[in-house]
């Protein structure tokens, strides 16, 4: 098993650019949550889905957007990038809500 | 929504010596509680767990106490080692998670 998969590791936008980081798992997990990492501030969620075709928002959700399309992925797209979002984004995901989550391995962008 | 504290923000022992790392806890629904820890550059790794009806979990060198009725729980890591040197997250579930701000743990050899 690969376990979560993002892509890509690292990414440099413009402000007002547009993008979606990719997130895939392989164990047949339903749930599924982004997350952004500041300095200080610990892991924030920004939006989570409980299975394909459910998606909430977190704690911080504003300027993201995600879809649920099958059990497998669960891409978040910044929909104009502004220098607010610069930080680190990790994808995680569990067998069910109260469960340990599982990592990928981050995404480090930088908006400028 | 959930408020999860974390104290210290540092912590800084000797080699062999015990670290204790307390998280608080606002909503009342919350049930799940896990420990991650972060190495320097990459992902969070779940290191224990505890659910609201345990009141102590161990594995090893680590354990993890909770207590629901002052909303509290705490890591305990005993005989530290070098490699222990991370940074720690505690995090509560109330419908979605939401963590601490991190304790780094530094174990002086």
């Known amino acids: 098993n690969a376990g979560v998969t993002q892509t890509p590791k690292f990414q440099v936008l413009k402000t007002g650019q547009s993008m979606t980081l990719q997130c895939a798992q392989d164990m047949n997990h339903e749930y599924m949550s982004w997350y952004r990492q500041d300095p200080g501030m610990g892991l924030r969620l920004i939006h989570y889905s409980v299975g394909a075709g459910i998606t909430d928002q977190g704690e911080v959700p504003n300027g993201y957007n995600v879809s649920r399309s099958t059990t497998e992925d669960f891409p978040l797209r910044l929909l104009s990038a502004a220098p607010s979002q610069t930080s680190v984004y990790f994808c995680a995901s569990s067998f069910g809500g109260e469960q340990p989550q599982h990592f990928g391995d981050g995404t480090r962008l930088s908006i400028l | 929504g959930e408020n999860v504290e974390q104290h210290p923000s540092t912590l800084s022992v000797q080699e062999g010596d015990s670290a204790v790392i307390k998280c608080t806890y606002s909503d009342s629904a919350s049930n799940y509680f896990p420990w991650y820890k972060q190495e320097l550059g990459k992902r969070p790794q779940l290191i224990i767990d505890?659910?609201?009806?345990?009141g102590e979990k161990k594995d090893q060198r680590i354990a993890v106490t909770l207590n629901k009725t002052a909303k509290h729980f705490s890591l305990h890591i005993t005989e530290t080692q070098p490699e222990d040197s991370a940074v720690y997250f505690c995090?509560?579930?109330?419908?979605?998670?939401?963590f601490g701000t991190g304790t780094s743990l530094t174990v002086i050899p």
């Open positions: 505890i659910r609201s009806n345990v």
């Open positions: 995090a509560a579930m109330a419908n979605q998670f939401y």
